[in-house]
């Protein structure tokens, strides 16, 4: 079987292209072979595209393609309308894997401009009124149009499958109108570098851990607000980057937590584990509904409890008062008291540990994934 993936980053600089890049190289041990179509002008990575059988940067789709011949097309993040309807005039089945909300939100986000609270709505009119359809740039500010949001959605409705990694998912999907019967929701992986460690005594710690990209949605700032009302004696280290980073950095000046607050930065995938298991627990702070949020997924397999925002997929797979706890999103009071009560209950934090290890060794396993994708590309190609 030969897959040609689709996607403009040729790095593993986000989620999508982590997942990408751990998936290929599971496809590649069963004798799958992959080949990538990438956007040279954005993000470019030797080690990335060296998984791959061959890679070639986007030019001529059509021809491209046709001269690969892959049996299966499997798209990721392209946002280009000319690229689908080119892709559209090839005869090979189209799958796309959604990672993110470019295709339903002219912010790209989902949450709201002003409030900054989640937002859960089909897009339309009242985009507007969010104010949605103003988005900064590197040179300023660029005016998103709903009326070419919606023609790329209805092109990505002509695609043969949807692939989501959650129900959360595929309920936006249908939200917008996408075929159910062509979603197939396939939920993702920890990576096989992760493990719970018996010789790993969480309760020591008393460093809280947040990981991911530094921008609105993530709401690190939220979780700034929280940590003046925790304990003095606990810190936080904020693994990622992103352009929210200086801002956050001054706003933990002004809250005098600078000597609690260690911003470390972007930080190898394969040395997260390390960072797991020296941590107490795990933030995810989210205002934007996570689609997924695969981070959650290694902390737990690492035996590290969770403390997320419920939004999007999250009650997925973090079990609230079983492997951590579910808090208000955009609320630091909520946040603050889930974390003190973690704090406060050593003997209760020790059952998280185990709990968060338990809670991934049946599910959100690689062999699952990777053999229910093989499985989707089977069926597909044969027309079942």
């Not at 689709?6 to 986000?14: F, H, L, Q, V």
């Not at 249908?174 to 929701?185: R, S």
């Not at 710690?205 to 609105?216: A, E, I, P, R, W």
Request: charged share 25%.
């Amino acid at each position: 079987m030969h897959i040609l993936w689709i996607n403009n980053k040729a790095s593993r600089g986000g989620g999508a292209e982590q997942y990408i890049y751990n998936t290929v190289k599971h496809l590649n041990k069963v004798g799958i072979k992959s080949s990538l179509l990438y956007d040279p002008n954005i993000e470019v990575e030797n080690e990335f595209l060296d998984v791959f059988f061959s890679a070639f940067p986007l030019l001529c789709i059509k021809e491209q393609i046709e001269n690969i011949n892959p049996d299966v097309l499997y798209i990721h993040q392209l946002h280009d309308y000319k690229s689908y309807e080119e892709i559209m005039k090839c005869k090979v089945k189209k799958i796309r894997f959604y990672h993110d909300y470019k295709l339903f939100c002219l912010r790209e986000h989902k949450y709201k401009t002003l409030s900054k609270n989640t937002c859960t709505s089909k897009i339309g009119l009242s985009c507007y009124s969010c104010l949605g359809f103003i988005n900064k740039t590197q040179n300023g500010f660029k005016i998103a149009s709903l009326k070419e949001l919606k023609k790329l959605q209805e092109i990505n409705k002509q695609l043969d499958f949807f692939v989501v990694g959650s129900q959360y998912m595929k309920k936006h999907l249908q939200l917008h109108d996408f075929d159910e019967e062509k979603i197939i929701v396939n939920p993702l992986y920890a990576n096989n570098n992760i493990g719970y460690k018996n010789s790993v005594n969480f309760s020591k710690s008393k460093t809280l851990l947040y990981v991911g990209q530094l921008v609105t949605g993530k709401g690190i700032d939220i979780l700034l607000d929280a940590m003046k009302n925790i304990d003095e004696s606990y810190s936080l280290k904020i693994i990622g980057s992103g352009a929210q980073e200086e801002f956050l950095k001054q706003y933990s000046q002004k809250l005098s937590l600078e000597n609690r607050v260690e911003f470390l930065g972007k930080i190898d995938h394969e040395k997260l584990p390390l960072y797991y298991q020296s941590a107490y627990c795990l933030i995810v702070p989210s205002r934007t509904p996570e689609t997924f949020n695969l981070t959650g997924i290694e902390a737990l397999k690492a035996g590290l409890p969770v403390i997320a925002a419920d939004v999007g997929a999250i009650s997925e797979w973090l079990q609230h008062g079983f492997n951590g706890f579910l808090f208000k999103s955009n609320n630091s009071d909520d946040l603050a008291l889930k974390i003190n009560e973690l704090i406060l209950n050593r003997s209760l934090h020790r059952i998280f540990c185990l709990n968060a290890f338990k809670s991934t060794i049946f599910d959100f396993k690689s062999k699952n994934h990777i053999n229910n994708l093989i499985d989707i590309f089977n069926q597909k190609i044969k027309g079942v």
